[in-house]
């Protein structure tokens, strides 16, 4: 045993021997971390061996940068390097304890007024056992000034050293190659902090947001007042006006915005063994109240659910690659539908059953003026409540409207669905629907979560009639994108009924609902050709909001006169004489491919043109962060730092919001719930 030890200490005292051991100590000390100070998510095998050996290839490469240097300096290099890596890991607990999301380099700049408020409450959210973090550097330097390790002053080689490096650079090769065949589109894409910590480590993530950051201040810092000009020049030849008929017959009513996860148009009225998929939804469809659109395409490209977002509040794009949410939404400047209507006396709150960090919601949703956002932490779960990305959509409801009638009125929420997405999974009890038989397996069971939504709606539709919401509400649906992605061409002809389908098909896929409807409204389906972009001028009008001159490239679905022109991220577009595809143009009444004439292709090349010109000026917009040049009226920019959604801090607001503004739900009716609500979530018996 002795003989063990010393030949233990004969390695600790050489360099290697050293440098070895700060690797060590380092790994373990952030596993520890990431296993009790952050959550993570971390779902499977492959993610936990990633977790587990993701600190490794960085702690090589920083603690090998010692490795070039000679005598005490290496080893003082080593404790130097410790001391920024774990004060990295110290920041962000602090960070994750109140935020719950990783700092950015763009929050430690505090550039573009970012600043969230950490700095007050510093001394609320540390804890003393915070400092454990530093244990190890501690120890490492009390070995080395007891003796009990000596230096070793032999020069290590550099051959050696230039292994360690290329071993780390190898390694973290593999990781990322790992990392994105479990999660493609991980850096690409860009959803969550947490993803990168999850798969790639901490200081992966923070050599990542240094990019990031940089990356966007750069176009930032050279974008100015003049370039708006561009901008206002194409809105000012291409805005049209509201309908008379429809301005303001909505004003001051509750706006409650369903948004409809993966959901298709196709769905609406489909069958499957002569059983309707959703009910509840035809129902709504073509109720006489509801105004429903069935040529409204979703226009959303890598983003996904965050470029849906982007364009039903902003109605600004997504942007090419890469999600806005992500990457400009913590510090960019807006002029969202939450902080227009609050600064009309609106109180504006989110609610989805996921992780506040997915998409940059936490962040994004203060730039947007949201007051609430009812994150997953503001709702119980019980490990089956929760199926894919968070609650099961009946749960979400059902616990949703507790705080829904808590919110001061009149108020605009959106509420997030989440069940019915890819993989389309549903526990036993919860599936009461028959499967496709197209034979393919990611396909079949869209129907069943597709209808368990339904069911879900259905619900929080009782809910809302009993309530009285549905009288004193605007209530909007839509779907974000599609749920069956064009990989599935053989299933998707299936789904149609159809030999093959072509390019044209899978474009008019892309359909997605919308449905608006209101007490009283003038209703009925409605066959302008629009997409997202065109949902917020839309309810401004039915609002009785004026839009005259806001940047937003969308225009009102109700007006006369509008551009029915729908341009896909990738250029291509629709409309209602045209499905242009690539290179191949369609008739879009007919599906037959034309070979356009000469006046035909002048328009074609028109259409073009107006496209392309409104993907990249938005795209500008957002890149060069143009909205702080320009002063709305009657618009006061926003406050990022006056909102906080932590779990104490909304509980407490909406407890003081019933005394301050006793106009919810429930202060109305003396603090009492005004309906109970009812479900048949099995998970709830
Ligand atoms: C996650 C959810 C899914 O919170 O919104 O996003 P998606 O994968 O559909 O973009
Ligand atoms: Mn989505």
Not at 104 to 124: A, C, D, E, M
Not at 354 to 367: L, M
Not at 591 to 598: D, E, Q, Y
Request: charged letters at 20%; hydrophobic letters at 35%; a positive charge.
């Amino acid at each position: 045993m002795s003989d063990f030890v010393k030949r233990t200490t004969a390695k600790l005292n050489t360099v290697f021997g050293f440098f070895i051991l700060v690797v060590v100590l380092f790994c373990i000390k952030t596993y520890i971390a990431y296993q009790t100070e952050f959550s993570l998510g971390v779902k499977g095998g492959v993610q936990q061996f990633l977790l587990a050996v993701n600190p490794i290839p960085a702690a090589l490469l920083l603690f090998g940068i010692a490795l070039y240097f000679r005598g005490r300096l290496v080893y003082w290099l080593m404790i130097l390097i410790d001391l920024i890596q774990t004060s990295w890991i110290f920041a962000n607990i602090l960070y994750y304890r109140e935020f719950s999301d990783f700092m950015t380099f763009s929050v430690i700049k505090g550039s573009g007024n970012v600043q969230n408020n950490l700095g007050k409450s510093v001394g609320q959210i540390i804890h003393p056992t915070d400092f454990f973090v530093y244990l190890d550097v501690i120890l490492l330097i009390a070995l080395l000034m007891t003796h009990v390790i000596r230096v070793d002053s032999r020069p290590f080689k550099r051959r050696y050293a230039l292994t360690v490096s290329v071993l780390a650079f190898s390694l973290m090769g593999a990781e990322y190659g790992m990392a994105n065949a479990d999660r493609s589109g991980l850096l690409t894409r860009t959803f969550d902090n947490n993803y990168l910590v999850k798969y790639l480590g901490l200081n992966e993530y923070a050599a990542f947001s240094v990019y990031q950051t940089q990356k966007q201040s750069s176009t930032r810092a050279h974008a100015n007042a003049g370039d708006l000009q561009s901008v206002k020049n194409y809105l000012k030849h291409n805005r049209v006006g509201d309908n008379p008929a429809y301005f303001g017959t909505e004003k001051g009513k509750n706006v409650i915005i369903i948004h409809l996860e993966s959901f298709q148009q196709f769905l609406i009225n489909y069958k499957v063994d002569g059983k309707e998929v959703t009910p509840n939804l035809n129902k709504f469809y073509k109720n006489q109240n509801t105004l429903s659109y069935d040529n409204f395409y979703n226009q959303v490209a890598q983003g996904k659910t965050s470029d849906a977002e982007m364009m039903l509040e902003n109605s600004l794009f997504g942007l090419p690659q890469g999600s806005a949410m992500t990457e400009y939404g913590t510090q960019n400047t807006f002029q969202a539908a939450p902080a227009m209507l609050g600064q009309k006396g609106y109180t504006s709150a989110a609610f989805h059953g996921d992780v506040p960090s997915f998409w940059n919601r936490d962040n994004t949703y203060k730039s947007w003026g949201y007051d609430y956002f009812f994150s997953s932490q503001y709702y119980k779960e019980k490990s089956d409540y929760t199926v894919g990305y968070g609650l099961k959509d009946k749960i979400f409801f059902r616990d949703s409207a507790k705080y829904l009638q808590q919110l001061p009125q009149p108020f605009y929420a959106k509420l997030i669905t989440l069940t019915n997405h890819y993989p389309y999974e549903l526990d036993k009890q919860n599936t009461d629907f028959p499967a496709t038989k197209t034979g393919d397996k990611t396909v079949d069971p869209y129907v069943q979560t597709a209808h368990y939504l339904d069911e879900a709606f259905g619900e929080f539709l009782t809910y809302m009639k009993q309530s009285g919401l549905y009288k004193n509400s605007m209530i909007v649906l839509y779907g974000d994108h599609y749920g069956i992605s064009n990989n599935h061409r053989a299933a998707i002809a299936q789904l149609l009924g159809k030999k093959k389908v072509t390019s044209y098909d899978l474009a008019q896929f892309q359909k997605v609902p919308l449905m608006i409807h209101a007490d009283g409204l003038k209703g009925g389906i409605q066959h302008t050709y629009g997409g997202e972009i065109d949902v917020l001028p839309t309810l401004m009008d039915l609002l009785g909001v004026k839009d005259n001159n806001t940047i937003q490239f969308g225009n009102d679905l109700l007006a006369k006169n509008r551009s029915q022109t729908v341009a896909f991220r990738n250029g291509d577009f629709v409309t209602p004489q045209f499905v242009k595809q690539g290179s191949t143009v369609y008739d879009t009444k007919t599906g037959a491919v034309i070979k356009p004439n000469a006046t035909q292709k002048k328009t074609l090349a028109r259409e073009q043109n107006h496209v392309t010109s409104e993907l990249s000026l938005s795209d500008r917009v957002i890149q060069g962060d143009l909205l702080r040049f320009y002063q709305l009226k009657d618009f006061k920019s926003v406050d990022k730092t006056k909102f906080n959604y932590k779990y104490t801090n909304g509980i407490q607001q909406l407890k003081d919001a019933q005394k301050s503004e006793p106009t919810s739900l429930m202060a109305k009716n003396h603090g009492k719930a005004t309906a109970d609500y009812k479900t048949d979530a099995p998970e709830l018996k």
